[in-house]
Nanobody, 122 residues
């Protein structure tokens, strides 16, 4: 089970840190990622990180502003979001994938959290 936290209402230019925690002791065996879904839009890739944290990719829309990281000792995944924009408003989801090293594709993740809402005002 994946549980996201840290969402909320912020102003443009602010920062926010999302967390995703699992009680799964095999967390270190999974690639992990963050996706988001804005109102009226399809869910989209945000960032992914390999099981050992050595490989990371971010979507072009967040590159240089968002950073994905993980702490396998705590079974936690993070998304540090800086210089936030109104277009970052969305529900943010974390996901785990056992069959991939990293992935930008929803279909390659087996387990998903319930999401946490992020709203960025002007």
């Amino acid at each position: 089970q994946l549980v996201e936290s840290g969402g909320g209402l912020v102003q443009a230019g602010d920062s926010l840190r999302l967390s995703c925690k699992t009680s799964d002791f095999t967390f270190h065996n999974y690639a992990t990622g963050w996706f988001r879904q804005a109102p009226g839009k399809e869910r989209e890739f945000v960032a992914t990180i390999s099981r050992n944290g050595a490989t990371r990719y971010e979507a072009d829309s967040v590159k240089g502003r968002f950073t994905i990281s993980r702490d396998n000792t705590k079974n936690e995944l993070y998304l540090q979001m800086n210089s936030m924009r109104p277009e970052d408003t969305a529900d943010y989801y974390c996901a785990e994938g056992v069959r991939v090293w990293t992935s930008k594709l929803e279909a390659e993740y087996e387990y998903w959290g319930q999401g946490t809402q992020v709203t960025v005002s002007t």
